[in-house]
Structure formats: C-alpha cells, structure tokens
C-alpha cells in the first residue's frame, strides 16, 4: 500500500516459494506509525503469524527480510536491513541486522520488505528487476561458497550495481548457527542462512530503478550535513570507528577485565597484545570501508591469500583469540575470511569451540581440541560447515552439546544463543541485558550497557544499581534506531565529547559517580516517554525522520516505538514458552566470582531481573501483562 509518507518504497511482497507465486501484503501508514520498519515491523508481521507451534525448518517458518524508511534518504549509515524469522540456534524469534547495499536496492526495486514463505522445489535463486520475481534453478550455485556465489550472481545477471545475498555451504547443510552473507557483510546471529538453507533458496539479487524521495529536500539536505559533521568530529565515530573498526575496543576490554578470555573463565588475556585493534592496524589494515552512505566506515580492510578482504571485528577477534588462547593473529584473519566463505556466525562457532576445548580438557567428550592449539581449526571450520566428524556436532552449537554431554555451566549462551565478547562479571549491567535479550545471549540486543560500565564511561560496573532501567532505555533506543535503517553505532556518538575527551576529569568522575542513583529517572522516561516530546541535539535520529518521512516524531515517540517492538518480540517468545526461567546465564557468570577475592564480580541477575521486568511492565514471571500490552497499542 502506498504511503503518504516519503522513505518508504509502499510494499511489502509474499513469496510462496513452493508455488513461486507472489502476492502484496498489506501494511498501512498507521503501522509506518507504530512499527517504523525494519525488525519491528518484521516482528508485527511475524506477531501476526506464529502461534508458538512453528519449527524452525518447517513451511510455516516465515523468513521476512525487512528495510527501514531512511534506508535511501542520504541519512548516515541508514543502508541496514534486518532478517528475522524463527532461529533453528534458539527456537525462538531471532532476528539479524546486515549493512552492504542489498537493502537500498530492495527499496528502489519498490519493496519494503519481502516475506519468504514455504520451501522450494529443489534448490533455487531467486532474481528480483523491479516488478518481475524470476526463479532459478540453483544447480550451479548450490555447493559454492559465498565469494564465489557473489561472483556467479553477477555473471548470470550480467549486472553490476544491484543487491545480492546468499548463502554459503553452512547454510547448506543447516548449520544452526549459518549465517546469509550480503557484499562480505554477514547477516550471522541466530542461524537465518539455515532457514533459507532448509527452504532450498540460495540467493536472492533485487535490482530496481524506482526514485526515493524525501519529504522535505533542503532541510533533510542541511540535517544531514549537520549530522554528519558531527559524526566525524566525535572521537568515537569519527575518530576510533574509522581507524581501528570495533577491534580497537580489545584494550580497553583488557584494562577493564572485560576481555573474554578461555571460555570465560577469566576477563584478561596475558598476551591480549598479539590479537589487539592496535596489532592488527599496525600490521595487517590496509584500508577503511563502509556500507553503502556510511559516514563513520568502520570495516577495516587486510589481505588474505593475496585477496583484499574484510578484517575482523572485535568479537571475532576476541571471540578466535583471547577465549581460545588464541596468540596468533594471522590465523584470527585467515579463519574471520573461511568463515564468511563457508557462511558461519564467528560467535557462536568460536564459543563452541571454546566450550567444546573445555569439555575436552574436562574429559566430558573426548574431541582432540584443545585452548591455544589452533592450527587445525581451519579443518575445523569446513568440517563443522559440511557436517563431517565432529564438525557436524559443533553445528548443533554450545546448548545442545552441553545438554548431551554435561557442562552446562559452563556453556556460555542465552536461550541457546552463544554471548558476545564481554566478559559481563565485571559490567553487571551487560550481564543482565545477554540474559533478556529477546533473540538471547547478544549485547547488543541486550543494551550494550557496557558501553556506560567501563567502554565509554565508567559507572559502578559492579552495582546492579540503575541497571535494569538503563538497559531497557538503551534496548528501546537502540530497537528503534535498527528499525529506521540505520546502524546502532551512530548511537555511539550520544555520549557527549567532554566526558570522553577527560576519562578523569571531575565532570566525568562526577558523572560516573552519578549514574548508578539515576535509575528512578531513567525509570520515569522509561515509563511515560510521551512526556518527552522533545528532539535532543545529540540524538539526531528523530529530527531526521521528521525531514526526510514528513512524520511526526519526537524522542518519547521513537522511545515508545522501540519499546513497542522489544515488547511484541517478547509477546512472540511467551508462546514459543519463553519466561523468567528462560532469562539465564550459566552459571560460571552467576555464581562464581571472577575475582575470587572480590565476591562482587559475578552477575547479581535474579536481583536485577526483577526490577528489568517492573521497569518493562511484565509480570514476575517475565510475561507482558495485558495493561502493559493495551499500553503499546499491541492488543
Ligand atoms: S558503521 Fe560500520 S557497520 Fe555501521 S553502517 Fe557503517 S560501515 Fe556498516
């Protein structure tokens, strides 16, 4: 349906890749309003449709891949798009965010989003020029890996500039934890290259030639200028971002005990100097690159096997590094490349090695890997990718191998979604947000509260104090800012320069200090954002909807919007049997002390948990009540 509002492309497409029929889906400007795009309306239309009885690799999963309504407009770093569907890793709703271009090419070619429906007749591509949808036979394609899929989609198109993505032998042969690779930028979390896997679709090109337009040329033309001046001259975005990517964090992580270290069992890595940002901007960066219109760049360029290839970010970095006892930088490179080629998520594969290490060493299942010896984990990779020995059990990931061989405790994921690079026992407030984040064990889904307990700030990262009211106003911001296109680390430049320019000085002392009795503040913009109708100087991401859509929006409204989609993806997850039980961590986080002198540095979650779930309106049990539900215009 068309909008009256610029930004958007005005349709959203059904394929039923079983009768390879295509049919419009209905979506007003009245859910543009409460849903935005991206993966809170992919929530809604999924909201929609599941009841709880779905099975990942089942016809019934829908697999939506949504844009936002910047997506195309000029805003900065606004070429993101979002798949979400159910997680074949977690069982529950998963989505996965991806930069590239793929998204942008999906809006000219006149589409918001599409749903992927049923499963093919064999193994198919699906080729999309504006109005027409063309499916393939995938025969040549099917067995390759995503480099060279990209490379064949471009000489069976005969096209250059269009979007691609596809999967790679992981996806195939239904790796729980496959990633969909889009222009060397991966869709990894949660496993949606194994859902299209188990559908037979191996790759889907869009190419448009439709105009976007923006509601308001001259003032969206000076908003972004402004912003983008912005974003250059913040040390974070402008400066850290573009020269060192997220790897230059490791540091930091080291000085702060956050560094994820032989599968968690410590926050510091006595070599964490052979695998840091700075090693690897040293000796191995050759260059910057960004998404498409991305103002802060942060992919950092190297060179494998004489190719110019994407570097590895933090968590890869880390995740092949530290938590392995990994020294070797070069091979933390060679394995980031293989795994985009084989289309694997880097985090859940690297934290099942590393529990798979553990079990070994524990004599729990005898499987030969061992921390610090991994000159064979590029064997490793393929055979886990092509389910061949013990690679095909490390496809299940770390929850259902440590359910069948013991050491739960210390298999580190949430709902059965391997943790990010943060060692949360010293950032409590990050500890909590992995243990509720709706897709499970992410920290970004979760709050990215550890960006105030020691990255960016350094408030308390011990106390639960304000946590919980901090996580879920920064997982609210951060669901909104994802569902308008744009990338989470133009949030990065919310925290004011002067705090960061003087890490010790009295205003950021004073600050810190500050923060962890705030939360009855945090707790009353959290509860009546509307109040809030406001647009702040250094969050930019409602001004620019108000130019560039022509709708009307404010912080309290975006906030809203936000908590609106993090609530319906919980709503989702209570019928697949999601509730407080759910919202863990293992036990090696929760009950032992990383410090053993400093019984403070484990994470307090019961306490917190209670406090998340009143802040949220949800009941004890971590259930939306229905006030809360009638609240969000959700029922
Ligand atoms: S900041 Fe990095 S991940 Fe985000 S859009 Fe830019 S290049 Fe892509």
Redesign the pocket.
């Known amino acids: 349906m068309k909008s009256k509002y610029c930004g958007y492309a005005g349709r959203v497409m059904e394929i039923d890749l079983g009768s390879q029929s295509v049919c419009e889906y209905p979506w007003s400007d009245e859910q543009r309003e409460l849903y935005l795009g991206g993966k809170i309306m992919a929530a809604k239309i999924l909201c929609e449709h599941l009841t709880g009885q779905e099975a990942a690799f089942s016809e019934d999963n829908w697999l939506v891949i949504a844009t936002g309504p910047l997506t195309g407009t000029g805003a900065p770093?606004s070429?993101?798009f979002d798949i979400s569907a159910i997680s074949p890793l977690t069982g529950i709703l998963a989505s996965s965010n991806c930069?590239g271009s793929f998204g942008f090419h999906l809006k000219k070619a006149g589409y918001d989003a599409l749903i992927i429906k049923g499963k093919c007749k064999g193994h198919k591509w699906l080729e999309i020029n504006d109005d027409e949808f063309i499916f393939h036979d995938a025969g040549e394609l099917w067995g390759t890996s995503t480099g060279e899929c990209h490379q064949m989609l471009s000489e069976l198109t005969g096209k250059k500039n269009f979007g691609r993505l596809c999967i790679g032998p992981a996806g195939e042969n239904l790796v729980k934890y496959a990633a969909v690779i889009s222009d060397e930028?991966a869709a990894g979390r949660t496993g949606m290259g194994a859902v299209l896997g188990w559908k037979g679709l191996k790759a889907i090109t869009v190419c448009g030639s439709k105009s976007l337009e923006v509601y308001d040329r001259e003032k969206t033309a000076a908003y972004i200028k402004k912003w983008v001046a912005y974003l250059k001259n913040h040390p974070l975005t402008g400066s850290q971002?573009p020269n060192m990517g997220t790897a230059g964090l490791v540091s930091s992580m080291q000085a702060h005990s956050l560094l994820a270290t032989r599968n968690y069992a410590a926050g510091q890595f006595e070599d964490f100097e052979s695998v840091s940002g700075e090693a690897l901007a040293e000796k191995y960066n050759v260059n910057n690159s960004?998404?498409l219109g991305?103002?802060?760049?942060?992919?950092r360029n190297v060179t494998v096997e004489n190719k110019l290839v994407k570097g590895p970010e933090l968590e890869t970095l880390v995740l092949l590094g530290s938590n392995l006892l990994n020294r070797d930088i070069e091979s933390v490179l060679e394995l980031n490349y293989l795994a985009d080629e084989l289309g694997l998520d880097t985090i859940s594969c690297a934290n099942t090695i590393a529990w798979a290490m553990e079990a070994n060493e524990k004599g729990l299942w005898k499987n030969g890997l061992e921390f610090g010896k991994c000159d064979n984990l590029p064997t490793i990779f393929e055979d886990i990718a092509h389910r061949r020995g013990i690679g095909d059990e490390l496809a299940e990931g770390s929850k259902r191998l440590s359910e069948k061989y013991g050491g739960r405790d210390f298999a580190i994921h949430s709902k059965g979604l391997e943790l990010a690079a943060y060692e949360p026992r010293r950032a409590v407030g990050q500890g909590l947000g992995y243990a509720v984040a709706n897709r499970g064990g992410c920290h970004i889904n979760g709050g990215y509260a550890v960006i105030a307990e020691g990255l960016g700030l350094n408030a308390d990262p011990q106390t639960p104090k304000a946590k919980a009211d901090l996580t879920m106003l920064l997982q609210d911001l951060m669901e909104a800012i994802s569902a308008s296109g744009q990338?989470i680390?133009t949030s990065y430049a919310f925290f004011p320069k002067a705090l960061l320019a003087k890490p010790n000085g009295i205003l950021t002392k004073s600050v810190n200090a500050l923060l962890p009795h705030l939360g009855w503040a945090m707790r009353f913009i959290n509860r009546f954002p509307r109040l809030f109708a406001v647009n702040l100087p250094i969050i930019h991401h409602t001004g620019i909807i108000k130019h560039a859509l022509g709708m009307k929006m404010d912080l309290g409204r975006y906030i809203e919007i936000g908590e609106r989609g993090y609530t319906m993806e919980r709503l989702i997850n209570t019928r697949f049997g999601i509730s407080a039980e759910n919202d863990r961590l293992p036990k090696r986080l929760t009950d032992v002390p990383q410090d053993p002198n400093d019984p403070t540095t484990k994470v307090p979650l019961e306490t917190m948990k209670r406090t998340y779930y009143k802040a949220r309106g949800w009941d004890d049990n971590g259930i939306p009540t229905e006030k809360t539900l009638k609240r969000l215009k959700i029922k």
């Open positions: 770093s070429a993101r930069g930028r971002l960004g998404c991305c103002t802060i760049k942060c992919r990338c680390f």
